[in-house]
């Protein structure tokens, strides 16, 4: 057996002994950011060989497409080539933006849209695009507004992931996700555990701060969100206010087995996605360690 069926293999019965999906955001240390149709698919078959199953499409990957007609028109055939080859990989996608405009309406429908048409899993969205704008409560209720006026135009199916931010200030504590998917149709919460951990300047030290937030979710959004829960986990350095600069996780102080066997713990089902600049290398050199958190 060759090496890269080795590592495949070992992934796989990793991520069966897990519950969950591993996955990478945006492209791998070859190519760091996907940005068209080829590089995608050059990215799809590197993830099947070394057995990752989820990934994350960069917004970057869509700048051709500012509306629904330019979907139809010009970029339908390559977005379902993509869809295609993630599908015969059995490779789940999702896509991801990061910073929506203070004017969010036209984005939210055009990458829902999307969505649905390449059968992701979720459009993960940053909910803090009122936050500089006016007091975090008002920037709360409005967001919510926002995101049941999107949804309820929108002919297409998808869902759309709301993912816990790191600055004090902004819209995107856990309370705020949970309360922004109990006031909304078709969202889920993403959790960047990193996130979490900044905005509480460290607040992540031990395997019972992870279980504490499960269960948080577990009671207040229900067990469905952890039978097919969606986490990022990602190095952050933080100041009072929180997140300040995204830190490869080796230079973090986050324990990635502490959130595995919190998970584990828990039965969490669903999708982990490593956010880290060495991308799958982080996983690769990790995969002994992985394996033995999972046993």
């Given at each position: 057996?060759?090496?890269?069926?080795?590592?495949?293999?070992?992934?796989?019965k990793?991520?069966?002994?897990?519950?969950?999906?591993?996955?990478?955001?945006?492209?791998?240390?070859?190519?760091?950011?996907?940005?068209?149709?080829?590089?995608?698919?050059?990215?799809?078959?590197e993830?099947?060989?070394i057995?990752?199953?989820?990934?994350?499409?960069?917004?970057?990957?869509?700048?051709?497409?500012?509306?629904?007609?330019?979907?139809y028109?010009?970029e339908?055939?390559?977005?379902?080539?993509i869809?295609?080859?993630?599908?015969?990989?059995?490779?789940?996608?999702?896509?991801?933006?990061?910073?929506?405009?203070?004017?969010?309406?036209?984005?939210?429908?055009?990458?829902?849209?999307?969505?649905?048409?390449?059968?992701?899993?979720?459009?993960?969205?940053?909910?803090?695009?009122?936050?500089?704008?006016?007091?975090?409560?008002?920037?709360?209720?409005?967001?919510?507004?926002?995101?049941?006026?999107?949804?309820?135009?929108?002919?297409?199916?998808?869902?759309?992931?709301v993912e816990?931010?790191?600055?004090?200030?902004?819209?995107g504590?856990l309370?705020?996700?949970?309360?922004?998917?109990?006031?909304?149709?078709g969202?889920?919460?993403?959790?960047?555990?990193?996130?979490?951990?900044?905005?509480?300047?460290?607040?992540?030290?031990?395997?019972r701060?992870?279980?504490?937030?499960?269960?948080?979710?577990?009671?207040?959004?229900?067990?469905?969100?952890l039978?097919n829960?969606?986490?990022?986990?990602?190095g952050?350095?933080?100041?009072?206010?929180?997140?300040?600069?995204?830190?490869?996780?080796?230079?973090?102080?986050?324990?990635l087995?502490?959130?595995?066997?919190?998970?584990?713990?828990?039965?969490?089902?669903?999708?982990?996605?490593?956010?880290?600049?060495?991308?799958?290398?982080?996983?690769?050199?990790?995969?002994?360690?992985?394996?033995?958190?999972?046993?």
């Amino acid at each position: 057996m060759t090496s890269d069926m080795l590592i495949r293999k070992k992934a796989l019965k990793i991520q069966e002994r897990l519950g969950m999906r591993l996955g990478i955001a945006y492209g791998t240390n070859r190519i760091p950011l996907v940005r068209n149709t080829a590089q995608a698919l050059d990215v799809l078959r590197e993830l099947y060989k070394i057995g990752l199953k989820a990934f994350v499409l960069p917004k970057e990957l869509f700048v051709a497409i500012q509306s629904a007609t330019d979907l139809y028109k010009t970029e339908y055939g390559n977005i379902l080539k993509i869809r295609d080859e993630a599908k015969r990989f059995n490779i789940e996608l999702s896509i991801r933006h990061e910073h929506l405009p203070q004017e969010p309406d036209e984005i939210l429908q055009t990458f829902a849209t999307i969505t649905s048409v390449m059968d992701c899993r979720t459009f993960v969205i940053n909910p803090a695009f009122y936050s500089g704008i006016m007091p975090r409560d008002q920037a709360l209720r409005l967001s919510v507004y926002k995101i049941n006026e999107v949804i309820g135009t929108l002919r297409a199916e998808a869902k759309i992931a709301v993912e816990t931010t790191g600055r004090m200030q902004e819209v995107g504590s856990l309370e705020d996700v949970i309360d922004i998917v109990r006031r909304t149709r078709g969202t889920e919460p993403a959790i960047n555990w990193g996130m979490i951990h900044a905005r509480g300047a460290g607040g992540l030290r031990s395997q019972r701060d992870y279980e504490a937030i499960l269960h948080q979710l577990r009671a207040q959004v229900g067990s469905k969100s952890l039978e097919n829960a969606y986490f990022f986990f990602s190095g952050t350095a933080y100041g009072p206010s929180g997140f300040t600069k995204a830190i490869p996780l080796e230079k973090a102080d986050i324990n990635l087995e502490h959130m595995i066997r919190a998970s584990m713990a828990f039965n969490v089902r669903g999708t982990l996605i490593i956010d880290d600049p060495g991308k799958e290398k982080f996983i690769l050199a990790n995969l002994e360690k992985i394996a033995d958190m999972v046993r």
